[in-house]
């Protein structure tokens, strides 16, 4: 053992500490502690990731080059108009090929509210986009309609696509918007 | 494989937020209530109890990892053998299959599978944001993440298809909420009309608030168990109990993109998806001339999940017309209109004809006045207790609360377990309870049948 003096005492801080004088019985008997309402404190949490898109980037890459690519099964020509390196049909490796960004909408919706993210750009228009000898849709966001008068008319509407200049690397660097 | 029994069940309450107690106290609340009604108390149970299946969908809600150990641990099952399983808005429909799987392979004789969830954790646009990540995250999620949006743009082209209306999904919307009305476990006790559910706040078109289930706290359980172990467990009880057996399950899956659904061929969806009821030349006329309308099976109006799970469930239970052999069906209405779609997965009607079938009074109970003007008598009640939309959806409790309220339903034990007899279905001996994830991802189906 050294001579050294260490602490006994664990130094105070300040941050952390929200409220003072927490009420508590004063003497021997808990019992009222059962009726004690709950404590719920407030616990922040946020993480960055490193995210790779792997076999899916050079669709980000297409984007950012404002080209729409797709997922071709060489020899049974499916197509996933949503990026897929094999396909879940024959198993094989895809291939990209460009299309067109131009298409019909199959489905879509108006969100008046959302996911915190997206809450502040309610109300947005979210559309299942099909696309001419592509079997599968492509998910994106829909402007140049008017969000308060929704209807199932908007089904079939023909739609192009337009690019961000600004790439961020997302699915949204492609929208769409009604092309009459 | 051997008899698998559905002998009891506990449901903590449900609610908004029950900041009174953790995740695993919530568990106790439910086990608590399960034992008590076998007449057995914890250390016997302990005793007699082989293994158990845990069940819960998110880390990110529950602000824990490996959260399910330590509910086992607060209930006092250690050290037995478990494990927790997670498959989305259906982990607990896949929590009591796994139950189901570890009696009929003959590893256990009992087995208790427990889940629950807390969602209060965090406010409700984050726990949206939450639930949005079990979408692709790197072609959904950032679109606008957003799984009522997911529903909306379902029901969008179910309408577009088939003609369904807003009002039609909104008589879901009452009638569940008003079987809540009974159910004392229920979070949304409300009498509603179709006006106030169209009135409501619009969410993401055409669903409104009163379309849409909330989020909950809660937990849920049941037991089940071999022969022997009924036997085991009525000796240690001292009381019969009345047999529910579990005579069939199912499940099914699909692509996570909804964009990825396949848009098959009236050939494959005969070759692979019809059901029994729909073999016969009417539904064979009625199904071309949909295709020849341009219907592709299943697009994204369908859930083939849900279609495959009752498929194998119906084949394993025997079941060939499921409308009049199933007395009722507790299955996954988050949304009004997955309920109507679902109505057509389990061919309960045909493929669109959800919306007018919801309408008809076909799904709604006897004996309760709904203040709507419905055609057809009662046939096969669906979400007797209310469902997702009023007693809440704690994500990894819910499929154990429709086994729980199946079972009480089979026992023919309403009455005893809610205070109010309004919601037993007469002579209730068969019923379904349906457990679904994602946009259709995972679907579980099982057939619980009562035996005399």
């Keep these: ?180 | 494989m051997r008899s698998v029994y559905a002998v009891s069940g506990g449901v903590s309450k449900f609610a908004k937020a029950r900041p009174d107690k953790t995740f695993p106290a919530l568990v106790k609340e439910a086990y608590d209530y399960a034992i008590a009604d076998l007449g057995i108390e914890h250390p016997k149970f302990w005793e007699l109890v082989d293994a158990t299946v845990a069940s819960y969908f998110s880390d990110h809600f529950e602000r824990q990892l490996m959260a399910a150990i330590m509910a086992q641990d607060y209930i006092g099952m250690l050290p037995k053998p478990s494990h927790r399983v997670e498959g989305g808005g259906a982990t607990g429909g896949i929590c009591f299959q796994e139950g189901w799987k570890s009696i009929a392979s003959g590893y256990a004789d009992i087995v208790l599978c427990y889940g629950f969830e807390m969602m209060s954790h965090v406010e409700t646009w984050k726990g949206n944001e939450f639930i949005a990540l079990a979408s692709d995250v790197s072609f959904d999620y950032p679109v606008g993440g957003f799984y009522s949006g997911y529903y909306a743009m379902m029901v969008s082209r179910h309408m577009a298809e088939f003609g369904t209306t807003p009002e039609q999904l909104a008589h879901v919307s009452v009638k569940n909420h008003l079987n809540a009305y009974h159910n004392p476990y229920a979070q949304k006790r409300r009498k509603l009309t179709i006006e106030d559910v169209r009135a409501a706040p619009m969410v993401a078109w055409p669903l409104t608030r009163l379309d849409i289930c909330v989020m909950s706290d809660g937990a849920a359980c049941t037991v089940l168990c071999s022969e022997d172990g009924l036997a085991k467990l009525e000796k240690a009880g001292g009381q019969r109990i009345p047999r529910v057996r579990v005579t069939g399950i199912g499940r099914g899956t699909d692509a996570m993109r909804l964009s990825d659904r396949p848009h098959q061929s009236y050939e494959d969806f005969y070759k692979y998806n019809a059901l029994p009821n729909e073999m016969d030349a009417d539904s064979r006329a009625y199904y071309k001339e949909l295709w020849d309308h341009g219907f592709r099976y299943p697009g994204v109006h369908s859930f083939r999940a849900g279609r495959m799970g009752s498929k194998e469930a119906y084949e394993n239970a025997g079941i060939t017309d499921p409308l009049g052999e199933i007395d009722f069906v507790e299955l996954h209405d988050a949304y009004t209109s997955s309920e109507i779609q679902t109505y057509e997965d389990m061919g309960l009607c045909r493929y669109g004809e959800g919306g007018p079938f919801a309408a008809s009074g076909k799904a709604f109970m006897p004996g309760i006045d709904y203040g709507l003007d419905l055609p057809d008598e009662p046939a096969c009640p669906v979400n007797p207790s209310g469902g997702l939309i009023a007693c809440g959806h704690p994500v990894g409790a819910t499929g154990l609360m429709q086994a729980v309220f199946a079972i009480w339903q089979l026992q023919h034990a309403i009455e005893k377990h809610f205070g109010d007899p309004a919601l037993q279905v007469p002579d209730a001996r068969c019923g379904a309870i349906h457990s679904h994830a994602g946009t259709g991802t995972y679907v579980t189906v099982s057939i619980l049948e009562r035996e005399e």
């Design chain 1, 1 to 180: 053992m050294s001579d050294k003096e260490l602490p006994k005492k664990m130094e105070e801080t300040m941050e952390g500490t929200v409220v003072f004088g927490v009420p508590f019985p004063t003497g021997d008997d808990l019992s009222a502690l059962k009726e004690m309402a709950p404590i719920v404190v407030k616990q922040p949490y946020a993480s960055t990731y490193n995210y790779s898109y792997g076999q899916d980037s050079p669709f980000f890459a297409a984007l950012a080059n404002k080209r729409f690519i797709v997922s071709r099964e060489p020899e049974t020509g499916y197509t996933y108009a949503t990026p897929r390196g094999h396909d879940m049909y024959t198993g094989k490796e895809t291939e990209w090929v460009e299309i067109k960004p131009e298409g019909h909408i199959h489905a879509f919706t108006v969100c008046h509210f959302g996911s915190e993210e997206f809450l502040p750009q309610c109300p947005y228009v979210l559309a299942l986009i099909e696309f001419e000898g592509v079997n599968t849709l492509f998910l994106a966001r829909l402007i140049g309609v008017d969000p308060y008068e929704a209807s199932t008319d908007w089904i079939g509407m023909k739609v192009k696509g337009r690019f961000l200049r600004n790439s961020k690397f997302k699915p949204t660097d492609v929208y769409f918007y009604p092309a009459e």
